[in-house]
T-cell receptor
């Protein structure tokens, strides 16, 4: 079975550029999560969707970040404009009833903003 | 408020040693779920186990075992006869029924290095 798929795996961009990260959740999972991992802050939940609808975006750091889920099999996280402090590994995860069931994580996108 | 504490930042052992990773959680909810994830050097997060608050039975899976004790609010993870491939960062996490659906609270992680 295919797991959570993320692309690209690595992204290097210059400050001020737009960055789009992509995620395909596991088929049948109705929850999708975006996390950010840094050495300083560990794993942080940015936003999550249920049935393609954003439920909680309180973790999104600022207006430069936006996320969409146009259908059950695709989500994007966009940063515009990007800044060096956005450098991190961004994970997408999906789940079925996440309180009670585990979230399955994608391989992550390592973003470097120079 | 909920919290997960992994007091051991780094542990180093020699292959074939047994090692226990500690996890202490805090919550006032009576229904909650505990998880362990492994993050190997390649970076992905791999789910290992889920436990709910009503099931205090210990779990064994091969060389891995988990000890859940509500009396001490702990959910410790033991690797028996460790191998180099066990080298990774291990995260303990908590979710509660009364919280946000997406609120999977992670500990800071314990970095395990297994040397040959």
């Amino acid at each position: 079975d295919a797991g959570v798929i993320q692309s690209p795996r690595h992204e290097v961009t210059e400050m001020g550029q737009e960055v789009t990260l992509r995620c395909k959740p596991i088929s049948g999972h109705d929850y999708l999560f975006w996390y950010r991992q840094t050495m300083m802050r560990g794993l942080e939940l940015l936003i999550y969707f249920n049935n393609n609808v954003p439920i909680d975006d309180s973790g999104m750091p600022e207006d430069r970040f936006s996320a969409k889920m146009p259908n059950a099999s695709f989500s994007t996280l966009k940063i515009q404009p990007s800044e060096p402090r956005d450098s991190a590994v961004y994970f997408c995860a999906s789940s079925f009833r996440p309180r009670r069931y585990e979230q399955y994580f994608g391989p992550g996108t390592r973003l470097t903003v120079t | 408020a909920q919290k997960v504490t992994q007091a051991q930042t780094e542990i180093s052992v020699v292959e074939k040693e047994d090692v226990t990773l500690d996890c202490v959680y805090e919550t006032r909810d009576t229904t909650y779920y505990l998880f362990w994830y492994k993050q190997p050097p390649s970076g992905e997060l791999v789910f290992l186990i889920r436990r709910n608050s009503f099931d205090e039975q210990n779990e064994i899976s091969g060389r891995y075992s988990w000890n859940f004790q509500k009396s001490t609010s702990s959910f410790n993870f033991t690797i028996t006869a460790s191998q180099v491939v066990d080298s990774a960062v291990y995260f303990c996490a908590l979710s509660v029924d009364g919280g946000s659906q997406g609120n999977l609270i992670f500990g800071k992680g314990t970095k395990l290095s297994v040397k040959p």
